[in-house]
């Protein structure tokens, strides 16, 4: 079955950055695009990233464009979140998904806490 793992969150100073990842299984990840999206307390969970199948081509959410890079390794089966220059409101659980067999599929998140 389709499983996404999250992993690389944790509590870092505004201005510093933090590299998420996600192991992907149970589907041919290279025919898929893929997406990292965030959840803030209180608020609903929105697109910050996507990247396509072999071609790379990606597109950002407007607050993150300039600071967050998706990327992703095809023999790995894994897909990357690097964000730099992280402010309070990047705040969030973070969540890997992909839209596959007609359903999307997400991973359990992995927190970000952007904090002096």
């Known amino acids: 079955q389709v499983q996404l793992v999250e992993s690389g969150g944790g509590l870092v100073k505004p201005g510093g950055s933090l590299r998420l990842s996600c192991e992907a299984s149970g589907f041919t990840f290279s025919m898929y695009g893929m997406s990292w999206y965030r959840q803030a307390p209180g608020k609903e969970r929105g697109l910050v990233a996507t990247?396509?199948?072999?071609?790379?081509?990606?597109n950002y959410a407007d607050s993150v464009k300039g600071r967050f890079t998706i990327s992703r390794d095809n023999a790995r089966n894994m897909v990357y979140l690097q964000m730099n220059s992280l402010k309070p409101e990047d705040t969030a659980v973070y969540y890997c998904n992909v839209r596959a067999y007609g359903m999307n599929y997400w991973g359990e998140g992995t927190l970000v806490t952007v904090s002096s």
């Open positions: 990247i396509t199948t072999i071609g790379g081509v990606t």
